[in-house]
């Protein structure tokens, strides 16, 4: 499973980063990465150079073996936090999807 990390111009895209966000993905899709060609994370601050609450808007799109791509997005404090709940969002869709296609259910 290939995983990408994309940013906006108002959030720095570096190593530590990117390790972050893998280890997002891996956390909530890891187990998921053999029916997964390849995960899109990008990351985007709403709110520029002001603060706010929820203003870093995490979205994740995986493309599943066979199946469109599907995604799930999260606004959070911060980009743990907006990592972790569109991770979650998107497990639970793809859980949900390949449950549907299982023959075995």
Same mark, same amino acid.
């Given at each position: 499973?290939?995983? +990408?990390?994309?940013?906006?111009?108002?959030? $720095?895209?570096? =190593? @530590? *980063? /990117?390790? &972050?966000?893998? +280890?997002?993905?891996?956390?909530?899709?890891? $187990?998921?990465? =053999? @029916? *997964? /060609?390849? &995960?899109?994370?990008?990351?985007?601050?709403?709110?520029?150079?002001?603060?706010?609450?929820?203003?870093?808007?995490?979205?994740?799109?995986?493309?599943?073996?066979?199946?469109?791509?599907?995604?799930?997005?999260?606004?959070?404090?911060?980009?743990?936090?907006?990592?972790?709940?569109?991770?979650?969002?998107?497990?639970?869709?793809?859980?949900?999807?390949?449950?549907?296609?299982?023959?075995?259910?």
């Amino acid at each position: 499973m290939q995983i +990408q990390v994309n940013t906006d111009n108002f959030i $720095h895209g570096d =190593d @530590r *980063l /990117t390790e &972050v966000a893998e +280890q997002a993905v891996q956390t909530d899709l890891g $187990h998921m990465e =053999d @029916r *997964l /060609t390849r &995960v899109e994370v990008h990351l985007k601050d709403q709110n520029a150079d002001k603060h706010g609450p929820d203003h870093i808007r995490c979205t994740i799109e995986a493309r599943p073996r066979g199946l469109g791509p599907m995604a799930a997005h999260h606004d959070g404090a911060d980009i743990p936090a907006a990592l972790k709940g569109a991770a979650k969002k998107l497990r639970s869709r793809l859980t949900s999807e390949f449950e549907k296609l299982d023959p075995h259910r």
